[in-house]
């Protein structure tokens, strides 16, 4: 194996491995020797060329040596006080991750319904433990994908939601995860969501950083294994301190008459690497990818998809959208595939993006792969600035050039804050937006975070 940033966590799990199985369910240690021969064979994260357009390097990332928390130190904090946001106008199901640690708030417990789970993979392995090992580790691909495998390999804990068939979640679960560790840290984060069929849940997922001045990594997983006829909804929300770098993988599988949305929005941050596969395993689906990028300073953002359709007559839809101004770069790679029996297959894919400085810089490729005639499909993207001709109409009924350029930009981001179901995230939304389109920090004026 080459000298690489890789080689510093196998040796790092080979000297540590009695202590990471200590504090680990037997679901997370049995997948442990694949998470590790993958590696081996792979022999080193992917480098900037390695992956196919212009994709942030994997192993700039993770060579610093960071910190790992082996030993499950939870740096204490109130709760209450390190973050009090609620997403205005909607009652949440609030818990928290403070590094790598699930902690649920006071109440959560009770208020959720019957037959809904939100617990660590330690608690679930007691109370739950044929849904932990039927499906922790049946989405995500462990043995092409080096950041999956790494995750694997050093994970400890992480947090399971569980919908029981015909269950409906009223109201939206918020799970926090904030960076508060006073040195560097590379958190290992795993959430597995398993919704039964003909259930229902909305989750917003919120990224944030409490301490300037370190720097920190989020090596985060998301499995989603949707049932038949089940819905859910997923809204991520990156707001972190230009410091934190985050590499994100959402496996989802979809059964029969599923309906799948997810929406990654990426406000702030430093190096950022989101990558989305989908697999829409049953028949007549719905898919919904979005997500928005707010890029300023030296912020780089790379969005990954692939959604695969292996079911017939389903339906598919991806947009994301960038604004880029200062020097910020961003990349987009989107992959429909269809396979021979997907036949009646709707698959549809935009990226869009503005450039608002000379130093800003985009790179995109969408693909489609499509292996069965009985299908319709597009696949599209464009890249420039803004329309000076509306530009001038705006100036011309007095409206000031900067205030006219602003609301060109919100109103291009307009359609994909639309695709969020939960009207008061979009109100939330639309103001970090116009904030961050400013050119201010993320600031939430209901809490004393600042990013």
Known sequence: MEDTSLRQYIELYRSQRETLDAFSPEAVRRLRPGALAALEALGRF???GDEGYERT??????????????QRVCFEADLADTFRCDVPKVSTLLAVILNDIYRPTANLETQLPEGVTLCTFTEAARRCPDVLHRCLGSVADVDSDAATALNTLLLQDGVLLHVDRGVKLDKPLQLVSIFNAPLPMLAIRRLLIVMEADSEARVLL???????????????????????????????IDESDAGTSRVSRFYARQQ?????TVNGTTLSGGVVRNDYVIDVDGDRCDTRLAGMVTGIGSHKSDNSTLVRHHGSHCHSEQLFKYVLSDYAAGAFEGLIEVDEGAVGTEAYQSNR?????AGARMHTRPQLLIYCDDVKCSHGATTGQLDERALFYMRSRGIPEGEARLMLMQAFMA????????EGLRDRLRHLVERRLCGSDAICGDCGLRK
């Open 46 to 48: 992917p480098r900037k």
């Open 57 to 70: 390097s994997i192993e700039d990332i993770f060579a610093p040596d960071f910190g790992v928390n082996l």
């Open 206 to 236: 919120c990224d944030h950083s409490r301490d300037k001045g370190f720097q920190y990594v989020s090596s985060q997983v998301v499995e989603a294994v949707v049932g038949e006829d089940a819905v859910l909804d997923v809204y991520e």
């Open 256 to 260: 029969h008459r599923s309906r799948l």
């Open 353 to 357: 993006n503005l450039l608002a400085s």
């Open 415 to 422: 359609d994909v804050i639309d695709t969020i179901s939960l």
